[in-house]
């Protein structure tokens, strides 16, 4: 598969998202992680609170002292930043998230540490002196943000200008096209018009920041995977055409529109089947063009002004 460079790392176009893998049998996850890194899948994100206290980091963990020759062959990302019924930038928490899941993972360092949701009580500089202090401890080595607007971007980064926020990650898909949707609509009196986030795609392209977007074959909130949906007649036809004539997909599909898209963003995929990633990992070398692109984005619902 395809690379692309993240804050000097060769980073695989597509990473795996470790959200859901907390069920799955010793055996399964380690096919999941041995398949992903044979299909170019390099890039694993993670999180404190995937699986309810960190069960998802312990899992992963758990297969990299089982194997532990894999640990070199990825990188590996997590998030701080949600308690339970609060978000928490404090450095106490920042600092105490690390550390757990630094055990609980059984690594020395964790490549990228995102901050996973906006603290709207934080302090840019407590921020700073956290994020610098696991810099210089060798315990991080690159940070960013997940949910972030612009502003709040510029916030944080003013107060630590020599540590970089290299990534955002944020919900993107083709039917959840917020983040394209204002770009397109400029100043028109319609609902595609309103800007719901700083126009953050252009933020992002702007500064160099890698935008990871996550859920990418859900729509809605988790409701669930628009592929084969009967909410989505018309994506799903239009998906299995295209997908039919790029020898791909439709799920592959799915995430070449996202990859056709020039920002080069890093799709976070959560299927846990090996098969599916696969599948995605195959479609991610394919390029679709200009028109299928916008075919695409008209089959989902939206409408061009
Ligand atoms: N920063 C944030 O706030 C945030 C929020 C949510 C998630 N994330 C990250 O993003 C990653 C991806 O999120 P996600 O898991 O919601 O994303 P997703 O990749 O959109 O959805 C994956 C789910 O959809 C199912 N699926 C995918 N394609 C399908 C198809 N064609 N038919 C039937 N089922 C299909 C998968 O099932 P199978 O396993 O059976 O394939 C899996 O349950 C997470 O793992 C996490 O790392 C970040």
């Known amino acids: ?46 999180a404190d609170i995937y699986g309810g206290n960190g069960a998802c980091e312990s899992r992963f963990g758990d297969l990299l002292r089982r194997c532990p020759g894999l640990r070199s062959r990825m990188l590996i990302q997590t998030k701080c930043g949600i308690r339970p019924g609060s978000y928490d930038f404090s450095r106490q928490h920042i600092l105490s998230s690390v550390e757990g899941s630094l055990k609980r993972l059984g690594v020395e360092t964790i490549d990228f540490l995102l901050l ?43 107060a630590m200008p020599d ?33 719901r986030d700083g126009m953050v795609l252009e933020y992002c392209r702007l500064k160099g920041i ?20 009967e909410k989505f007649p018309e994506l799903n036809q239009a998906l299995e055409k295209y997908a039919g004539e790029y020898g791909i997909t439709p799920t592959g599909l799915a995430i070449a529109w996202i990859l056709r898209h020039p920002a080069c963003m890093q799709p976070i995929i959560g299927s846990v089947r090996p098969e599916r990633m696969a599948e995605i990992a195959r479609a991610a070398d394919v390029t679709i ?17």
């Open 210 to 229: 890698t935008i990871q977007p996550w859920s990418p074959l859900q729509y809605g909130f988790f409701e669930g995977p628009f592929i084969g949906s």
């Open 163 to 195: 540590l970089p926020l290299v990534i955002n990650q944020l919900q993107f898909s083709i039917t959840n096209t917020t983040m394209i949707d204002a770009g397109i609509n400029v100043n028109m009196e319609n609902a595609g018009a309103v800007n």
């Open 116 to 158: 996973h949701r906006p603290d709207t009580l934080m302090e840019p500089e407590e921020v700073a002196g956290a994020f610098e202090e696991l810099y210089k401890a060798g315990k991080v080595r690159h940070f960013g943000v997940s949910n972030h607007h612009p502003l709040q971007i510029e916030l944080l980064q003013k």
């Open 1 to 46: 598969m395809k690379a692309m460079n993240l804050a000097g790392d060769q980073v695989s176009r597509i990473a795996q998202g470790c959200m859901r893998i907390s069920g799955l049998s010793d055996s399964d996850l380690e096919r999941l992680v041995n398949e992903d890194l044979e299909n170019g899948i390099n890039f694993f994100d993670h």
């Open 289 to 305: 063009s200009h028109d299928t692109w916008y075919e695409l984005y008209r089959a989902s619902g939206k409408k061009l002004p």
